[in-house]
């Protein structure tokens, strides 16, 4: 099943929005999912919704804070496809746009817009490919 993955910051992505209840996203979304924790700092499981490529993370007492995006799923952001694109085509767009964009190792973060890329092996190439989008809350990183 494929949908809608526009991406208007700090609101979320497609049906998704941040600040809905897990049971408000599991009807926007519409597909199995499955618990589990992802990583040793989350305070509550995270949704993965099966086949999809999208996890949703909920912080206390259940509310949606993130969406992380990955192959199949293909979030758009301004009319710009995101997953599989060369990071270095993005950058310059994100840097265009938030000149305060956070590039590291794993990819880059913005903070104005609400939006990270997760670039695995952005150290062999700045042509290295997004392999995923996370879509967050003001104040997910500072938590």
């Known amino acids: 099943m494929q949908m809608n993955l526009q991406i208007s910051p700090y609101e979320g992505v497609g049906p998704i929005k941040l600040g809905m209840t897990q049971d408000e996203v599991r ?3 519409g597909t199995d999912f499955k618990l589990f924790m ?3 700092t989350s305070a509550m499981p995270t949704d993965d919704f099966i086949g999809t490529g999208i996890h949703v993370f909920y912080r206390k007492p259940g ?3 993130a969406v992380e995006m990955f192959s199949p799923a293909s979030p758009t952001f301004r009319g710009y496809r995101l997953i599989g694109i060369p990071f270095s085509q993005l950058a310059t767009y994100f840097r265009q746009e938030d000149q305060s964009t956070e590039i590291d190792a794993g990819g880059l973060t ?3 817009l609400g939006v990270g890329l997760y670039v695995p092996f952005l150290k062999e190439s700045q042509d290295s490919s997004v392999e995923s989008v996370i ?3 003001k104040g997910y990183y500072n938590s």
């Open 38 to 40: 992802k990583g040793s």
């Open 63 to 65: 509310l949606c804070e």
């Open 110 to 112: 913005s903070q104005l």
């Open 27 to 29: 009807k926007a979304v």
């Open 135 to 137: 879509v967050f809350e």
